[in-house]
């Protein structure tokens, strides 16, 4: 019904930045919020960042100040603009979708992709 596909990973230096891409085909029109997760080896599953169909973030406070979420609608796509990269920021990224359509309401992911910040 809706798929994701992520582009824009990769190996980054400390400092660095990246810009994560999320583009969305299917039944776009019943997407609603949009987000990004992360997920490090060993570690947990957390929430980076969402944005409501209407544009407003929100964010983990790890990332407050050095991340941007946007969307562009007409497109069906969803940013991710990582500047001041951590080695912490290590992770695969995965992209979400929030559909509400008949009175459900639906999860969908990207397939991740690799965020690797080292010098």
């Known amino acids: 019904q809706v798929q994701l596909v992520e582009s824009g990973g990769g190996l980054v230096q400390p400092g660095g930045s990246l810009r994560l891409s999320c583009a969305a085909s299917?039944?776009?029109?019943?997407?609603?919020?949009m987000g990004w997760y992360r997920q490090a080896p060993g570690k947990e599953r957390e929430l980076v960042a969402v944005i409501t169909s209407g544009g407003y973030p929100n964010y983990a406070d790890s990332v407050k100040g050095r991340f941007t979420i946007s969307r562009d609608n007409a497109k069906s796509t969803v940013y991710l603009q990582m500047n001041s990269l951590k080695p912490e920021d290590t992770a695969v990224y995965y992209c979400?979708?929030?559909?509400?359509?008949?009175?459900?309401?639906?999860?969908?992911w990207g397939q991740g992709t690799q965020v690797t910040v080292s010098s």
């Open positions: 979400t979708a929030r559909t509400f359509y008949a009175l459900r309401s639906r999860d969908y």
């Open positions: 299917g039944r776009t029109i019943s997407i609603n919020d």
